[in-house]
Every structure is written in structure tokens, then in C-alpha cells.
């Protein structure tokens, strides 16, 4: 070849590389599938390799029962939760493997509810939520050949392209992108997560959940799949936990998560049955849910309280919070705990004192310009009152902790023509520890001056 | 297999790396294989209709080639003949030949008029037979369409007509003339091209130049652009306003029609910049078939900008041997003894100009919305040419400027709302529907209030997709300003700073994987000009 020849076939090469560099970053941040999958699996990327205690596997039930940074603020353990909304069964292996790469010391908390279904087959939206974000692999391409070939509808070619590029999917969604797909922000939440349905929504399971001693061979594909994940941990001689959650679903689900979790014992690896022993959560079936399959914010703080003392007493993790280098961690807690702590507030007073003190009457609320100002009466014996506000598509959040005299609070530089609602909740401290009053759930609402953006 | 599809691109890419990797003398077989395999995966069986007529376009290549070699051999290897008896000769064996033309295009051209336009003889005979009232009837016939055979029936006349003209000669390898009659960027849609353009371009081995190869992939992407994210986008509203035009009157109509018109323009020549491109990587110059149309300042000049291998292929087989014919020198001479010289002789070149814009018309499709396509652009022609003298009187006598940039803006405009108007034909659904448009599209002209009152926004794209839409037709237009200054991007490009270069590459190869419109989300994209 003439020098000339190499330098072009160079020039080429380079060419190319750069191109997939920027075609890579380009498609991870357009290829807008579910921005839960990105939080879990971009994010995950970003955990120093081999530091964290476990990794929680499975479908949508595992980041909505529980919550990282609460177990990271109770117990101060690093436990990711790898998890996305769809979580077809013949994908769970591939997630172990993906999970694997840059954890190899963590357990691996797997989750069986993924299992419960009626067969291995999937569909186009749950190929998406499983394989969108994950890094190019060959694990991942592994896993688009393994889930496209089991689908409930036969695709073409054409049609499982959209799988390896999903940028031929949707790119049409250009002009609805969020500014979130461009910074890290959602993801500095640990994969803890704070959505409306988790924090206010109420499903009453009291009736619907199902408990069963029974065993039911579960169909051939799923024990395939099952056994096919059961041969990778022995394998690689994983770390593994099973655990299952409870839920409210049929019988003969149930039965097969029973038979699916006799293998893994069988297998000689442990298994948490909290569908069948709900018990030792705590858990109010009428309020703790927000659907048939998931915790609301209290369920989930329950749960987590539980796995996290459960993971401390069974393995031993160390406490890490405070020290160098779980700064970030201990900074996503605060910030999380700030987010859901007018949610958690309930939980807390659950598990403490619940102080004696009245709710404050909010009087009124007014608006000049950018600034609103709320007014309340004083309660007796508080020492203090924590203001929370919510609005501007934002959940409740505390934004202000003020004196026991104090009974107005400006709020400044709010968005023109948006509505925010405030409550104000009492608190004092016995024996060192803060103890909530009661408060008005509705709170005093205002809209901001100003013109509309 | 989409010329737009990832797959097409994958296979162009497999196309070219072999190409390059086998020695010189077989680099053809390549291309036939490609080609085969191409219209293979788009028409499967029908594939064969190509290879039949591919077939037998060559045999009577070859018999048309004989008849002519053995004249001239007898011509030459008896000088004895006296000039008399070798003009009867000559004259006799050129009768010979044309049988054999004649029975060859019959032939090819029979194949086209019989797939293509069957059903629309069929059904206008069974107007006209039950109108008579009669009971015989035509049967519908369920056809499929080759794909390209309306390109390729062209370029088959147009060699046998060449090899007894005598421009080419015949090609003797089977194989090789299956490639000219099958080569994978051009058959879906064109250029169509000369035997003695193209042929030997395809026969030859062409060595490696990564230039080129930059240059063509270029070009594709920039037919990618055009096809994707302009044409697509504007086949939104176009197709809302065409399919629902009867609850709309007045400029929205024009605006609709206009929109097709750069519709058209983008798709067709965007696919004609993946064809050119694609040649051009394999070292294959295809001929240019658009150049700037709606920078044309009359429709005459429109003609030569758009199209322009149908129009030049019109112009040789269909304009110069019919107004070179003897019979149309006769009417000539005729009409100029009873309508006089100015009329009389212009007669015969418009009625050999009618005849050709009947035939691009008809070409189009079968129905008569072509046909009246191909007349309305016809006739603005003619009126042009008669009304000449009219009009460079009128603009002394307005003191018009003919080198201003506001005449020429003018005239730009003026041929652009013609030919855009013309369109309402080419695209309705049929002709009443054309025409019924057409009416509609001045009635109401007060109703310019579509443009800001949020009408727009109704028409399936939001204000982020218009606003797309039109600074990629600025972008265009900046383009083809610049082609026909004669500045080529590509060159421009090419003297630029590796980063800037790259930089450009990769930004609009990204611009049209998120701003084309192509993918599940939408309808598989397909080419205007496949269908013709």
C-alpha cells in the first residue's frame, strides 16, 4: 500500500470512531425511552467500580419497594437498585451479566416477582425499557437477539433494527426532549426514586393479596429462563440473594414464584419470601400501596428499613456514612430526604413520638410580583415550624425550617403565572430528637405574579 | 430494499468493499451480482420481466448491429455498384433495419403498455362501450408493476435507436449488457442513461480514489437530507391538504400545491443524489437530472433544469425524428401556404412539442390527470413562443430592465407559481379532483389569514417541525444559489481544516437520523418518481 493508501484508510478509521463517539452520546441522550431505565443503568455506570454492597435486580417492583438512599440514611449502605418498568424474565440474566462487569464483589439482590408471568415472551415496549440505555455489548446485543426472538409478535428485520439503534424509534421525539436528558441531575439521586404515584397515590391490597404454601410447576419457558440464570450465578459463583415482594396477584403466580424459589434453595442460595411472610414488614395492605404491584412511599420505607437491617444482620455491610469517598451518597441522601420528607414525616412519626402540638392555621396567602408570602397562627408549645412547599411540577419539598415566634414566610423569586401550595408543620425536640406536629395536607395555595415566559 | 433504509446502506457498503477487493477485469461481475440481487430483494419474481427484456433488447442489439455490418460490408467489398444502386441499397437495407427497430421497440414498449397501461385502455374502453350500449367488455386485469420499468423501457429504445443510428455499437456480451440495463443506484428511478454514457464506465474496472469515494457518500448524504428531512416532513401537510381540500378554498390551496412542488423537487432529486452518489463511490459518473428548476426563468428553461434525461431522451427519440420526418416537412410546407410563415412554420414544431409533453404526461401514469399535466406545461410553452414578439414589446414599452435582479426574481416566481399550479394535476387523485382544486384555489383569495390564525399548526406538523422545515428550504435554496453560481460544497469542503470537515460530516449525519422522518413511528418512506 502506498503511504498515501494508509493515511486515507487512517483518516477513515478515525473518522469513524469519532463518528460512533458522538453517534453514542447522540443516541443515548434522543433515544428518550424511560428515563427510569437511564437513572438505573446510566447511572449505575457512574458508581466507582467494585464499591457498592449489592445490586438489586429485577422489574419496576424493586426501585418502587425500595428506596437506596433511605437505606443509605438508615444504615448507611450502598445498594443500587438495576431495575427498569418492564423486566421481561429472559432478560434477567443479561442484567446480572451487565451489573456483573462493574460490580464483581457485590451480592445480588434478585428480585422474583419478575417471574411471576405466564411465559418468556415480550414485546416491542418492554425490549425498549430493557435494552435503550444500556452501553453497546456484546451482552446487550445478546440480549436484543434473545428477547427478539421471543416475541408475541414476529418481527421483521426492518422492524428489530429500532432494538440495536433506538434512535430510528424515536427520533421523532426531538422537540419534546427535556433538559434532564442532558445533565446527570435525575441520577444523583442514587436510583432512588419520588414520582407522584410513589408519593401520593393509595391502592388498598387489604383483599386482592394473595399468600400461598402451594407449589405449581411454572411454564417450561419461564423455568428455562430461570434455570438458565441459576447456571451463570454457579458459574461466576456469584453472591446471590432471591427475595420476593409482596404483591397482589393470582394464585397460581404465587405457587410458581414458590416452585421458582425451591430451585434457587435447592441450588443452595437464600431466599427472602416477603411475598408470603408480609408480616415481618409491617405493612398496611389498605394504605401502603399505590397499585396491585407496588409500595407507595410508606410501603416503601418499610420495606427498605427492613431489607437494609436484613442486609446489615445477614452480611454485614459497614456503615459508610460520613466517611471519604461516599460524599456523593451522603449528598443524595440529604437532598432525597428533603424531597420525600414531607411523605416521610408520616413514616417517621410511625416509628417515634408523635408530638402533641396542633396543626397551625393557615390564614392567608398573597402575591407581589415573583414573591408569595404565607401567614399562620401560632401554635402553642412548638419551637419551631418547618415550611414545605410544592408546585411548578415539583413534589412537595422543604424549603425553609423557621423560629417559634416567626408567623410569615416569604417566598421570593417564584415563576410567573405558577401556582405553589405551602403547609407549615410544628415541631419540637424532646431528648434530642425532633418530633412532628400536625399539619394541613391541603396547605394555603397562590399563584406568582408576573408574566408568563 | 428502500434506497432511504439502513439496510440499503449496509448493502452499498458491502457492494463497494467487494468491488475494490477483486482484481480489476471482474469488477463488473460485482456490480451485475449487486444489481440482480438488488432488484431480487424489491421485486422478487418479477425480476425476470427485467431479464426478458433485457433479452431481448440485446438480440435485436445484435440484429440491428448485423443487418447494419453486413450493408456496409457488401457496400464495401463491391465498389462496382454505381452511386444510384448503392443509394437503393442503402435504402433498402435501411428499411430492413427499421422493421427490426420497429419490431423491437414493439416488443419492449409492448411490455410497459401492457403492465402499465392496460387497465386504463380497459377501463376507457368500457366507457366507451357501455355508452354505445354495448355489452362487450374489457376484463380488469391485476398487474404488478416491475419496478423501474418506466425508466428502463427508455433506456432500451434509446440503444437500439442509437445502434441504428449508428452512434453505437451493439454490445456483444450478454452479461455485460445486463448490467447497463440493471445497474442498482439508476433502475429504481433514473437518470436514464445513453448506452455510449454510461456502458463502458460500467465495464471498466475502476481503481480505488478515496476522494471520489468521500464525494459520492457525500452526495448521498446530502440526498438524504432532501429526501428525509424536507420531502418527508412536507408530505405531511401536503397529504392532509390533498385529502381534505374540499373544506378549504382560496391561497391555502396554492400554498398546498406549491408545497408539493418542493415535495417533488426534494424527493426526486434527493433520490437522484443517493443514485449519483452511490455511482459515484463505485467510480461511475451518472448524468445529472436536475439542475437548480426553480432558479428556471420560463417554463421552456424549467424543462431543461428538471428532469433533464427524460427531457433530452424526449427531444432525441420523440421531437427531432417526428419534426424531422417527412411527413411533418410536408405539413410544414403546407401550412405555410395556408396560414402563412409566422403560423405555418411554427406549426409543425408545436404539434412534434405537443406530442412530446402528451408523452411525458402519459408517462407519468395511467390516467388522464398526467395527461393533462404534461398539456398544461406543453401549452404555456407554445403561448410563449407565439406571444414572444408580444412580450418584448410590452417590456420596452414598460421600460423593463431585463438584467435586474427584481425582473429575474420576477420571472422566477412567475414560472415557479406556473409549474406549481401545473401540479394540482400531477398530484390530486384524479382529474375532476385536479380541476375542482384548481377552481377552488381562486375563489377567496382574502383568506391569506391561514398563515398566522393557527391554520398551520393543524396540518399534522407543530410549529418546532415548520420551523425545521423551513430552515432546511432556506438551507436548500442557499445551495442550489450557489450551484448555480457553479461553487460545488463538496470542493469547498475539501480545501477546509480536517476538524471543520468532520465536524460538518457528522452534524448532518446526525441532522437526518433526528430530524428525518423515516422509522416505526412513521410510514415506511417511498419515493414519488418509484411509482412513475
Known sequence: MKKNSWWNLLRAIGFLIVFVIVFNFVQMHFGVSDPRSYEAEVGYLKEKPGSLDAVY???????????????????????????????????????????????????????????????????????????????????????????????????TLEEKLQYYLPIIRFHSRWNELQPWVFDAAETDYKSSRYSDKLLKQVTDLSKSYIKSDQRLDPPADVQAAFTDLLDYCDEQKLNVLFVTCPQSTTKKAVEHMNSLTDMAVARGYPCLDLLNNVELLGLDMKMEFYNETHTNIHGSLKFSHYLGKYLIDHYGFEDKRGTSGWEDWDKAAEEYNNKIAFYALDFEMDHAERADLDAPKLIRSTAKDQTISIYWELVDGAEGYVIYRKGGGKPWELIKTVKPTTTQYNNINREASVKYTYTVVPYRTVNGEKQYGRFNVQGISKTAGGKAK | ??????????????????????????????????????????????????????????????????????????????????????????????????????????????????????????????????????????????????????????????????????????????????????????????????????????????????????????????????????????????????????????????????????????????????????????????????????????????????????????????????????????????????????????????????????????????????????????????????????????????????????WRAFRILRTFTIVSVGRFFSRANDLPTALAMFGRTFTNWRNISFLTNGTLLKLGLNDANWIILALFLILLMYVDSKHEKGISFREVFARQHLIFRWAIYIAAILLVLIFGIYGPEYNAASFIYEQF
Open chain 1, 57 to 155: 435486580i429485577g422489574g419496576s417492583a424493586v426501585f418502587e419497594f425500595y428506596q437506596s438512599l433511605f437505606g443509605w440514611s438508615e444504615y448507611g449502605i450502598a445498594v443500587w437498585t438495576y431495575a427498569n418498568y418492564s423486566a421481561p424474565v429472559l432478560a434477567m440474566k443479561h442484567y446480572l451479566i451487565e451489573a456483573h462487569k462493574t460490580q464483581p464483589n457485590a451480592l445480588f439482590i434478585i428480585n422474583m416477582n419478575a417471574f411471576r408471568g405466564w411465559s418468556a415472551t415480550t414485546n416491542s415496549a418492554w425490549i425498549h425499557h430493557s435494552v435503550d440505555y444500556l452501553p453497546a455489548s456484546l451482552n446487550k446485543y445478546q440480549m436484543i437477539k434473545n428477547l427478539t426472538d421471543h416475541m408475541d409478535t414476529e418481527a
Open chain 2, 1 to 406: 430494499m428502500s434506497i432511504v433504509s439502513l439496510q440499503f446502506i449496509l448493502f452499498v457498503l458491502a457492494v463497494v468493499l467487494v468491488y475494490y477487493l477483486v482484481p480489476k477485469k471482474i469488477r463488473w461481475i460485482v456490480l451485475l451480482t449487486g444489481s440482480y440481487v438488488f432488484y431480487w430483494l424489491n421485486s422478487k419474481w418479477l425480476v425476470f420481466v427485467l431479464l426478458a427484456t433485457s433479452l431481448v433488447t440485446y438480440l435485436f442489439g445484435l440484429l440491428l448491429q448485423w443487418t447494419n455490418d453486413r450493408n456496409r460490408e457488401y457496400l464495401s467489398s463491391h465498389p462496382e455498384l454505381t452511386r444510384d444502386e448503392k443509394k437503393t441499397l442503402k435504402e433498402k437495407q435501411k428499411k430492413k433495419s427499421r422493421r427490426i427497430l420497429s419490431a423491437g421497440i414493439l416488443l419492449i414498449l409492448g411490455a410497459l403498455l401492457f403492465l402499465k397501461y392496460y387497465n386504463f385502455f380497459g377501463d376507457n374502453l368500457n366507457s366507451l362501450f357501455f355508452s354505445l350500449g354495448t355489452n362487450w367488455s374489457v376484463p380488469y386485469l391485476n398487474l404488478l408493476l416491475p419496478l423501474g420499468i418506466s425508466f428502463y423501457t427508455l433506456q432500451a429504445i434509446s440503444y437500439l435507436v442509437d445502434i441504428y443510428r449508428g452512434k453505437v455499437q451493439a454490445d456483444r456480451n450478454p452479461a455485460k449488457f445486463l448490467l447497463f440495463m440493471s445497474f442498482f443506484p439508476q433502475i429504481i428511478q433514473g437518470p436514464i442513461p445513453r448506452y455510449k454514457q454510461l456502458a463502458n464506465q460500467l465495464y471498466e474496472g475502476h481503481s480505488f480514489d478515496y476522494q471520489r469515494l468521500c464525494f459520492g457518500a457525500q452526495l448521498m448524504l446530502w440526498g438524504f437530507i432532501k429526501k428525509l428531512v424536507i420531502a418527508e416532513r412536507l408530505a405531511i401537510p401536503v397529504n392532509y391538504l390533498f385529502e381534505n381540500y374540499t373544506s378549504y378554498t382560496g391561497p391555502i390551496l396554492f400554498f398546498a400545491v406549491a408545497l408539493y412542488g418542493l415535495q417533488v423537487y426534494t424527493d426526486f432529486s434527493g433520490g437522484m443524489d443517493i443514485a449519483r452518489g452511490v455511482a459515484q463511490m463505485l467510480g461511475i459518473e451518472l448524468e445529472l437530472n436536475f439542475k437548480q428548476p426553480y432558479y428556471a426563468s420560463s417554463i421552456e428553461d424549467f424543462w431543461r433544469r428538471w428532469h433533464i434525461t427524460m427531457g433530452s431522451w424526449m427531444k432525441d427519440y420523440i421531437f427531432y425524428p417526428l419534426s424531422l420526418s417527412k411527413a411533418f416537412t410536408n405539413l410544414s410546407r403546407k401550412s405555410r401556404k395556408i396560414l402563412g410563415q409566422f403560423v405555418g412554420k411554427r406549426l409543425p414544431a408545436f404539434l412534434a412539442m405537443f406530442i412530446v409533453y402528451f408523452c411525458v404526461g402519459f408517462w407519468h401514469g395511467a390516467n388522464w390527470k398526467y395527461v393533462a399535466y404534461g398539456v398544461w406545461n406543453g401549452t404555456f410553452i407554445m403561448i410563449s413562443i407565439l406571444l414572444e414578439d408580444v412580450y418584448v414589446k410590452a417590456r420596452k414599452l414598460c421600460r423593463i430592465d431585463e438584467k435586474t435582479v427584481t
